[in-house]
């Protein structure tokens, strides 16, 4: 089989199917750790740069310095901590062999230049190191000490064309061999050459690991012949392997490497005097290279005699090249070699065109070069004896003097410099602040200005020739942006204030509705309001507090006064605060001292004589009641009876308010434990031992908290605790009397157990009751757990809790209104900081507000439900709160006092100008709930914007911060320039540990039997000690990487093992000792303050010993294997069949262990799915199994079924008693029978997750699941649902979700499935989170918030994390693995800057608008994650501004004119709502629309093709662009292109001519700012080795002065790639002109609206995944044929549905803007969209138009009719493509 068939065979049957994702690989994947990149790759960038004028068939320039800088700016760029190169062989073909041909000049040019690369690598700070062989054991030796977790490569994929040569097919195989090998080792693969450096972002397509590859038979073979035939085709490579710089050292001024390949070159090459002369011309060039100024190396393509061109390219060249490899390969080089193709051309041409040389050498090169080559002749004189080595200008001329040419270069044409004029603007905002560049930005040269072509020459100012157009959207009116964006009601107003369609009223065609159509659309609206109440009331009753008890609802009175009325004040909010606490629902009244008090008066004292009297009584009360208990209890024939009585009895939580009676139960309950310990026949057993010590230490260290202990009590407690072993600790000692002297002097209510002898001298009465080790290791090993964990924790009447020290920080911050950002994990207790502030609001007046930032909708509809529960609050106008997502709205949100929201909304709200001047001075604070959002790929600048846009203090909240004090010292700096104080408020510890653990599983698991039985025996969790990780040979652990007490002991133990054979470790560690260590806690139990205090130190120590050369072998990986036992059952990964099967194992060992419920994490929607069905199918199998076997159930199924035949019966004789009337008193009493109530379809409790213990009722069941049936929620989610499993994610159903929330914290359902989107502060308190399989989703930061979920503070001790299916090498990476840190956007976008001349505008400048602008544009630094300053900042406002006003979207004053709609509506799209926009205005819609009429089918599709281009890409991996692939990989009878079409050349042509415009534009700012700012300063500092190239010369001969001459000159390029002869103005793309910028410019393409992607000009081809979908409608040929994940088809719909939606809006907007008829705005009624929703098109009749609306039903005046034509098309596309949608998940 022939290479290019293997190749077909292979993409076809594997590699084609691996379906990568398009990631962020530091935020969605990984956190600090190694990432591999292969040398080669990172040659083949370099080398494959289109401007590099290197390895290029028709140049034989060789510009080195050019591709130096391409890898140290590549490598610099990468945002990781931990990179390392990898040189494997079979990698170097797709090198060499990857270029534009295969001759053998390109390869041998990029040999040499790979080798050099190779060698300046090594010098880098990035560790290089090079492998013999792919697979080798030297390979697998590094992958498994240093755990890489994914390496960059490339594929060739973009090569592997159909007419490319058998060399190059055969590169291709070796490096599709390279990823199997890199996969099926367990090490991702991520293609550097799709990657793209965002910032502080990595986003490309990431290859999954796959350990089972290798168990694929007919794959291996398919691989080993793929090798074989390339091996056959390709020639051997010379592998002359060098690790590192020479150590011999160099001779007489010359490289070794150099001296040997010149001898190699002339023992190769017989003599010949031209030959020879060119040989000595190229080393004089690299003689003469350190002497010339980088500026000077910036030379145009050199023109050479033909007959010379050819032989140095065909014959010299690669021969030169090769000796020169050869040497390099073999000696390394001590300094970085340096060859400049063009430089020696240049000298090559003096000689050829000057015969007779009028100057000798020093003339010609100056006297400094003539000392090296003086040097370099000296090192060289046997060949300089043999006459074949010379230097003599004469020589060299004569020699040469053949190829004279005809045609002499001459110096760059003269082009006069004409300035790049800024169009006009006037805005007395923005012209303050561009005062500092206001002259700069004037006027910006531009060289290709005064020769630009005719279509171009209009770019100066294209307003007079577009509004002179027709049938184009060119309307230039002022845009007022007072409506919703989702349609055409004003924004202030309310809906009873609008005006209504009333009956009669008609407007040409329209059909307005009637008032019967009204009235029924109010109530239905009115019923949905209240079932929509009562959904969040029923969501807000399974609320809990921090202590797990329900919310009570705070009543706060109005205040009757406005934020006006505040800040009219003197005293600011923080001053009153200072001076009166804030009230609270329930706050602890603090106990003053007796002499503080005041004297009462009489009636005072009545009241407080009543008060003593209802408590005694109260007291009477409980302790006739106790002694009921007592008496009952005392009755039970056994101990355990008497104990489950007890646990009832503590359960009553309104009893055991009374402080009295919970001492008395405590005592009881020791003395119970006391007595079962004695009786107990393994009592002398450690264990046993040391729960019964641990019961009875929890129960006396409450009673001791509690402190009403009569003397008594506290007598019986002191004896226990010494005879069990604690005689000196402070709960002891007697207790100050709180509970006054009728409690304190009481006897005990019970008879004690007697426990020791009266007289303490006698032996031990039970030798027993004592604690099975010295106290100090019993309370590390056993006690753990219930330590106390407050931190400084003191009474506030702030709060109803007492805080720790951190908390009462805060709320003194938010008391003083100072911006805060609290960083605490999860479960530490930071949710309570909103709610404060919220009640701070509430109080202060009635109209100021709180705006609740969340990242999600289901955490927006938690925290309204909580709200709803919290507060109440009786106001004039408006409500308590509101809520406002992109897709929900409930209650006005700019008429409420607490507004929950997304991010996206409230940044179009703070924007929106009709609201800055009423509803912006309102706002008292913004909280940013997950404010770590803010590094996310997508959505993340939304946060960026609130941060800057925010004219109120903010509180950010988070539990998942890499880097909080980098983070914080931008945040402050925002802050301060809004005139806000302050503070980041950081706690680090959790309140409750997290226990994990692994489970083992059979490879044939057994069958399920119920819950009741033994789970298997071999499927039981394996604990992970945290410190098991050091197995992975990490020596830098996180920071949350936290031990429990007893980890403390045991790696205590480990490490003392490990410090046996060394003194000095064992006198270090001997301080350690636990009962060393805790001396200072001698006399009370140890806290968790304590702990933490040991583990620091065990951790430091340990840390010192991992310093050590051999540490690895000699500490870390003994202790590691001391902490890992049974690890090594979950070493490899299972195969998915064997993780579904052992499930339901897993959960009933977990049940069994009283660790549900449970929250199962996996990333994949369908694989949640099922997993839920298969758990119940098991369970229904197990049921049905059981119940045909069980005796017991069949009769009495069969006594049930004899009941209901007898219904008939029982039904007549209910009849005729009816009929007879008895007298009252014989009125017979029903009873009820099981019979009533029995339901054979019902779930068995032995086969179902569901609570029993729950106060959801059977009836509330059945009404839930059918409101479920009729909303459409699946069958299978019904009938899990009834045995306590749920899937949770953002496909299902909402009714579905909001009900499963409630269901579990009301102890229903115990297992829910999902995936990351209950990670996110959701209310669903567990005590287990199990992930469920290895995902590349589950990264550090997803692991942290999944596993958070699990041991919340109040409710749990202890929370649990189970991982299952995932390899222990793994888990280990992910324990350890760090939250990367957060990185930002370049916030300020072309789109954003438009928006802000449109806030100015609207708003009148408003004082709002005028100081957020004002702070936003004097910070030092913009953007979070960006090195921009502010004068840059400027320069590309300036500039954006200039690009809209020549676009039409702005006017001269910065008004927003009539297209700002369609842009400002679709700003998360940018810069694809600025290519529709010149779609729009170049009439290319117009033309594929004009046939809508005729042929409306075609003009659907061809518009779904290019939205699609514009709001729906999605890459495919180069693997499908090539030619003839998709023939290749296409499924047999696929409905599905998937290859979107390319743009249509009408299109194509209107875009390209609208990115010149964009690249004019900005290439005039980048000019700008350069010349402006970085003239001064040279750029010739390489960007990672530093490395300095001088910047002018000392050499003052001839050739100096002619290379000066002819050097092309640049302002904003880099010099380096200026080596290459690119200029400023021969950039032709806008990725070019960012990507080449030269030092101090910071060009973010992602700023700039540059249209290259959309233009295909990196060859990248798009799914046509809509299209497809909107031709076919078939969801499976998506997920078979386009690669779409099943779980991301709903979201990828959805999200091009609200593009055609906001699409339609615009056009509206538009068109009534250009109809100029205000009484437009009334049509488009939230009744009339209800309306349309219920009956259909009720608006479309026959008499109007296809595509026509209840808005627009005819075409309004004013509009054109090439306008209204696409309106219409928008609107039909826009019905079908929903229609098919709605199809989909209905």
């Keep these: 089989m022939e290479a290019r068939e293997l190749l077909d065979q292979l993409d076809a049957s594997w590699y084609s199917k691996l379906n990568p994702r398009w990631m962020d690989l530091l935020g969605d994947y990984v956190g600090k750790e190694l990432f591999l990149i292969d040398g080669d790759a990172i040659c083949q960038q370099a080398l494959n740069d289109p401007l590099l004028a290197l390895g290029k068939s028709q140049d034989c320039s060789f510009q080195l310095l050019h591709a130096v800088w391409s890898v140290e700016k590549l490598v610099s760029e990468a945002p990781v901590s931990d990179l390392h190169a990898v040189y494997l062989p079979g990698n170097e073909y797709l090198t060499l062999y990857g270029g534009d041909d295969t001759s053998p000049f390109v390869v041998s040019s990029r040999r040499l230049a790979r080798t050099i690369l190779k060698t300046h690598l090594m010098r880098l700070y990035i560790p290089v190191t090079t492998f013999d062989a792919p697979a080798g054991d030297e390979w697998a030796n590094f992958a498994s000490s240093k755990k890489p977790m994914c390496i960059f490569c490339n594929d060739g994929s973009q090569f592997a064309t159909v007419d490319c040569n058998s060399f190059t097919i055969s590169a291709v195989l070796l490096q599709r061999r390279f990823i199997f090998n890199m996969l099926s080792n367990g090490v991702a693969v991520v293609s550097l050459e799709a990657a793209e450096f965002r910032g502080s ?23 080993i012949a793929c090798r074989k035939e390339a091996m056959s085709i390709l020639p051997e490579p010379e592998h002359s392997r060098s690790d590192g710089p020479p150590k011999v050292p160099a001779s007489h001024g010359i490289d070794i490497w150099a001296q040997t390949t010149v001898d190699d070159y002339f023992q190769a090459n017989p003599t010949d005097t031209a030959n ?146 800024l169009l006009p603007f006037y805005n007395e905002v923005f012209d303050e602040c561009l005062k500092p560049i206001h002259f700069a930005s004037e006027v910006a040269p531009s060289e290709t200005t005064a020769t630009s072509s005719p279509s171009r020459s209009s770019f100066v100012d294209d307003s007079e020739n577009l509004s002179q157009r027709t049938g184009w959207f060119t309307n230039t009116t002022t845009f007022t942006d007072d409506q919703h964006w989702h349609n055409t009601r004003k924004i202030t107003t309310g809906f009873q204030e609008k005006r209504l369609v009333l009956y009669g009223e008609k407007r040409g065609g329209d059909q307005p509705l009637t008032k019967e159509q009204l009235a029924w659309l109010r109530k239905k609206k009115e019923k949905s309001h209240q079932r929509l109440m009562r959904d969040i009331h029923r969501h807000a009753t399974t609320l809990t507090g921090a202590k797990g008890a329900p919310l009570r609802r705070l009543v706060i009175p109005s205040t009757k006064q406005s934020i006006k009325d505040l800040v009219t004040q003197k005293e600011s909010p923080a001053q009153r605060a200072s001076k009166s606490p804030t009230p609270q629902a329930n706050p602890k009244p603090r106990k003053e001292p007796k002499s503080q008090q005041p004297k009462l008066n009489s009636a005072e004292k009545l009241r407080q004589r009543i008060k003593e009297e209802k408590a005694v009584k109260t007291l009477s009360e409980s302790e006739l009641w106790w002694k009921q208990q007592l008496a009952g209890m005392e009755k039970l024939p056994t101990l355990e009876r008497k104990a489950e009585h007890l646990s009832r009895v503590q359960r009553n939580v309104k009893r055991m308010e009374d402080s009295w009676l919970r001492t008395e139960t405590l005592l009881y309950q020791v003395h119970l434990d006391v007595s079962r310990w004695i009786a107990d026949g393994a009592r002398e057993e450690p264990q046993v031992q040391a729960r019964y010590c641990v019961d009875i230490l929890r129960a006396t260290t409450e009673i001791h908290n509690i402190g009403v202990a009569s003397d008594a009590a506290q007598s019986f407690v002191r004896s226990l605790l010494e005879t069990i072993g604690f005689s000196d600790l402070d709960i002891c000692k007697p207790s100050s009397p709180t509970g006054g002297p009728e409690t304190t002097k009481k006897s005990l209510t019970f008879q004690p157990v007697r426990f020791a002898h009266r007289d303490r001298s006698k032996s031990a009465l039970y030798p027993f009751l004592t604690l099975p080790s010295h106290p100090i290791r019993f309370q590390l090993e056993h006690y753990g757990v219930y330590m106390d964990r407050s931190m400084d924790g003191e009474f506030d009447a702030r709060v109803s809790f007492v805080p720790d020290a951190w908390q009462r920080n805060v709320l003194d911050r938010l008391d003083k209104r100072e911006s805060v950002l609290v960083v605490a994990p999860t479960s530490a207790g930071k949710t309570f900081v909103s709610y404060y502030a919220m009640e701070q609001v509430l109080r202060e007046a009635d109209d100021g507000v709180l705006v609740y930032v969340a990242p999600t909708k289901p955490l927006v509809n938690q925290i309204v439900a909580e709200i709803s529960a919290r507060y109440e609050k009786s106001l004039k106008s408006g409500t ?88 914080s010292r931008w945040l402050e700096s925002v802050q301060e320039q809004h005139g806000f104080n302050y503070a980041l408020i950081q706690h680090k510890h959790r309140y409750s540990h997290l226990r994990k653990f692994t489970y083992t599983m059979r490879r044939e698991p057994i069958e399920f039997k119920g819950l009741s039985s033994e789970p298997p025996s071999d499927v039981k969790p394996i604990y992970i000690h945290p410190m098991s990780v050091l197995l992975s040979g990490t020596r830098i652990l996180p920071e949350d990487l936290a031990l429990e007490s007893g980890d403390c002991l045991t790696l205590f133990q480990a490490m003392w093992n490990v410090a046996d054979k060394s003194p000095e470790k064992r006198d270090q560690l001997a301080k350690l000792d636990p009962q060393t260590f805790f001396t200072r806690s001698r006399g009370r139990l140890l806290n968790q303050r304590d702990v933490l205090d040991y583990e620091a130190e065990l951790k430091s120590l340990l840390a010192d010993w991992a310093k050590e050369a051999e540490a690895y072998l000699q500490v870390l990986r003994p202790i590691g294997e001391a902490l890992s036992q049974g690890h090594e059952l979950c070493e490899t990964m299972p195969t998915q069949r064997s993780m579904y099967l052992n499930l339901i194992h897993v959960l009933h060992d977990l049940q069994r262990r009283n660790n549900l419920p449970a929250i199962l994490f996996n990333f994949d929607r369908h694989d949640c799915e099922t997993m839920a069905i298969r758990l119940k199918e098991e369970m229904k199998t197990a049921e049905n199994k059981w119940k045909e076997l069980s005796p017991q159930w069949q009769a009495k199924l069969a006594k049930w079924e004899a009941w209901a035949a007898a219904a008939k019966q029982r039904q007549r004789v209910s009849e005729r008693a009816k009929k007879t009337k008895p007298q009252e008193d014989e009125i017979p009493m029903e009873t009820g029978s099981w019979e009533d109530t029995f339901d054979p379809e019902e779930p068995l409790p032995e086969f179902s997750f569901a609570g ?173 994650a960006s090195e921009i300053g502010r004068d840059e900042v400027l320069h590309h406002l300036r500039f954006s501004i200039d690009y809209l006003r020549r676009t039409n979207l702005l006017g001269v004053k910065g008004e927003p004119l009539i297209m700002f709609p369609l842009v400002a509506h679709l700003y998360h799209t940018e810069p694809s709502n600025l290519a529709l926009v010149a779609l729009l205005q170049g009439g290319v819609l117009h033309r594929v629309c004009d046939l809508i009429d005729l042929n409306p089918i075609d003009t659907k599709r061809s518009l779904v093709a290019v939205f699609s281009h514009l709001f729906a890409r999605r890459l495919l991996p180069r693997l499908y662009s090539g030619e003839g692939a998709l023939k290749r990989l296409r499924p047999a009878k696929s409905p599905s292109r998937i290859i979107l079409p390319p743009l249509s050349p009408d299109a194509y042509r209107t875009l390209s001519e609208h990115n010149d415009q964009i690249l004019e534009t900005f290439r ?73 910028a030269r030092a101090g410019l910071h060009l973010d393409k992602n700023a700039i609206p540059g249209l290259d992607e959309l233009l295909a000009l990196d060859g990248r081809v798009v799914n046509g995944y809509i299209l497809d979908y909107f031709t076919h409608g078939q969801v499976g040929a998506l997920i078979e044929a386009n690669w779409v994940r099943r779980s991301d088809i709903w979201f990828a719909l959805q999200e091009f549905s609200l593009a055609l ?51 627009f039903p005819v075409k309004p005046a004013g509009v054109t009719e090439g306008d209204w034509k696409v309106y219409r098309a928008i609107v039909l596309t826009k019905r079908e493509f929903d229609e098919k949608f709605k199809a989909m998940w209905a």
């Design 1564 to 1636: 005039g700012y980048a000019r700008s700012y350069a010349t402006q700012y970085l003239s001064e300063y040279s750029d010739n500092i390489l960007p990672l080795s530093k490395e300095a190239l001088p910047t002018s010369t000392s050499a003052q001969g001839s050739f100096v002065e002619t290379l000066s001459r002819k050097a092309v000159r640049v302002d904003a390029t880099s010099s380096f790639v200026a080596n290459s002869g690119v200029t400023d103005s021969s950039l032709k793309t806008v990725t070019d002109l960012a990507r080449t």
């Design 1701 to 1751: 939606a906001t699409l339609q809006t615009g056009l509206e907007h538009y068109m009534k803007a250009a109809a100029a008829d205000p009484s437009l705005e009334s049509e488009s009624s939230d009744e009339e969209d209800d309306w349309r929703d219920e009956s259909g098109n009720s608006a479309e009749t026959e008499e109007l138009e296809p595509g026509a609306t209840v808005t």
């Design 201 to 223: 972002k990595i986003i490309s397509f990431v290859y999954e690991q796959n350990l089972l590859l290798k168990t694929r038979k007919n794959l291996m073979q398919l691989i």
């Design 276 to 421: 020879d002369a060119l040989f000595a011309v190229f080393l004089l060039h690299l003689i003469f290279l350190p002497y010339i100024p980088i500026g000077d190396r910036s030379q145009k393509p050199v023109a050479l005699h033909p007959e010379l061109e050819s032989q140095l390219r065909d014959h010299i060249m690669p021969k030169l090249f090769d000796a020169f490899n050869r040497g390099l390969e073999k000696h390394g080089a001590q300094r970085r070699p340096d060859v400049d193709g063009r430089i020696f051309l240049n000298l090559l041409s003096v000689f050829t065109n000057h015969p007779v040389p009028d100057e000798d050498l020093v003339g010609l090169l100056g006297r400094g070069p003539i000392d090296a080559v003086e040097s370099v002749k000296a090192a060289l004189q046997q060949h300089v004896e043999t006459g074949r080595l010379s230097f003599s200008p004469a020589v060299l001329s004569g020699a040469l003097g053949r190829w004279q040419h005809e045609k002499v270069d001459s110096l760059p044409p003269h082009i006069e410099d004409v300035p790049f004029r």
């Design 1252 to 1424: 029993p213990w729950t106060s959801y009722s059977k009836a509330e069941l059945e009404e839930d699941i059918n409101t479920l049936k009729w909303a459409g929620v699946q069958p299978w989610a019904i009938e899990a649902l009834k045995v306590g499993i749920a899937v949770h994610h953002a496909g299902m159903n909402f009714k579905y979700r909001t009900l499963i929330e409630s269901l579990f914290r009301v102890g229903f359902v115990r297992v829910v499935i999902a995936t990351g989107t209950l990670a996110l502060g959701i209310n669903m308190p567990v005590k287990t989170s199990i992930f469920v399989g290895d995902s590349v989703y589950l990264t550090a930061l997803t692991y942290r918030q999944c596993a958070g979920r699990a041991g919340r503070r109040g409710m749990d001790l202890l929370g649990n994390v189970v991982f299952y299916g995932i390899p222990m090498e793994r888990i280990h990476r992910i324990i350890t693995s760090k939250v990367p840190p957060l990185t930002g956007n370049m916030p300020l976008t072309t789109t954003l800057s438009l928006r802000l001349c449109n806030l100015l505008h609207g708003s009148q400048h408003a004082s709002t608008a005028v100081n957020a602008i004002n702070s936003v544009l004097r910070l030092p630094q913009l953007s979070l």
């Design 880 to 967: 308590v709160w509101a809520a406002h997502t992109r897709d929900w709205r409930v209650h006005e949100p700019h008429k409420c006092q607490i507004l929950v929201t997304v991010p996206e909304m409230l940044a179009i709200m703070l924007l929106s100008p009709a609201l800055a001047a009423q509803w912006v001075p309102r706002l008292r604070w913004i909280v940013l709930d997950e404010i770590h959002s803010i590094g996310q790929q997508e959505g993340g600048a939304v946060w960026e914007q609130l941060i800057l846009f925010s004219p109120c203090p903010i509180i950010g909240l988070s539990a998942t911060i890499g880097n909080p004090e980098e983070f």
